[in-house]
């Protein structure tokens, strides 16, 4: 019997935007998969104007190296989210991708999602001359001990949401501001670190291509 042809993921780009924009745009599309269980869900891209968000486990007091008065007077956001992790910081330059997916679809479970999304980011990074490897204490890709990129995913219902930042050319001081998965200078590093030149849409051009590849979503 002949399997039928795979689906691609629908995709979807935005320039700079702030996150509660994203944010929004986000739970738009979650409510559009409730709503409709043939569509296969949508990967969004998104660059984010300068913002620290924290996870689950994630509060102020612990995870911020500056107080909350110093953020607000350089007009940083601050957004608590329902995704794993702690602090993080996304700023122009940096690449967000949020797979809002169904895991039925995928045939994967919530263990399986992330192996993949951490393998594929890999093999995007890989692309561009990069050999990332997983942390082995906390969640992450490195570069010779540097996060590269970062995961946090909310899973609910067997929907999957938020996801993945990966550093291309942004300001990478601003991490000074947290305490990156509750450690305080924790070394950092983007393509553009790395010497690469390319833009946010080329490395979520290349993210897509591999999870085209590996994801085999809505059969």
């Known amino acids: 019997m002949t399997e039928a042809p795979l689906k691609r993921l629908q995709s979807e780009f935005t320039g700079p935007i702030s996150y509660r924009e994203g944010l929004?745009?986000?739970?738009?599309v979650l409510a559009e998969l409730r709503r409709d269980d043939r569509s296969c869900g949508i990967v969004l891209g998104f660059e984010h104007q300068p913002v620290i968000t924290l996870g689950v486990r994630g509060n102020s007091r612990d995870d911020l190296a500056v107080?909350?008065?110093l953020l607000r007077s350089r007009g940083i956001d601050l957004v608590q989210v329902?995704?794993?992790?702690?602090?993080?910081?996304?700023?122009?330059g940096q690449l967000v991708v949020y797979p809002c997916l169904r895991l039925r679809d995928l045939g994967l479970s919530p263990r399986g999602f992330v192996s993949k999304m951490e393998q594929?980011?890999?093999?995007?990074?890989?692309?561009?001359?990069?050999?990332?490897v997983k942390g082995e204490r906390e969640p992450g890709?490195?570069?010779?001990?540097?996060?590269?990129?970062?995961f946090g995913f909310h899973i609910s219902r067997g929907l999957t949401s938020h996801g993945i930042a990966i550093n291309v050319a942004n300001d990478l001081s601003l991490f000074?501001?947290?305490?990156?998965?509750?450690?305080?200078?924790?070394?950092?590093?983007?393509l553009a670190d790395l010497?690469?030149?390319?833009?946010?849409?080329?490395?979520?051009?290349?993210?897509?291509?591999?999870?085209?590849?590996?994801?085999?979503?809505?059969?």
């Not at 929004?24 to 738009?28: F, H, L, M, V």
């Not at 890709?141 to 970062?150: D, H, M, N, Q, S």
């Not at 010497?195 to 809505?218: E, I, N, P, T, Y």
């Open 67 to 69: 107080s909350d008065e």
């Open 120 to 132: 594929v980011t890999q093999a995007c990074l890989a692309d561009f001359g990069i050999d990332a």
């Open 24 to 28: 929004a745009r986000q739970e738009q």
């Open 82 to 92: 329902p995704r794993g992790g702690q602090a993080t910081v996304h700023s122009p």
């Open 141 to 150: 890709l490195f570069v010779a001990g540097k996060k590269i990129a970062a």
């Open 176 to 190: 000074e501001l947290i305490r990156t998965c509750g450690i305080s200078r924790q070394p950092i590093t983007s």
């Open 195 to 219: 010497g690469h030149r390319c833009s946010v849409a080329d490395v979520f051009a290349a993210w897509l291509d591999h999870a085209h590849d590996d994801l085999k979503a809505c059969p």
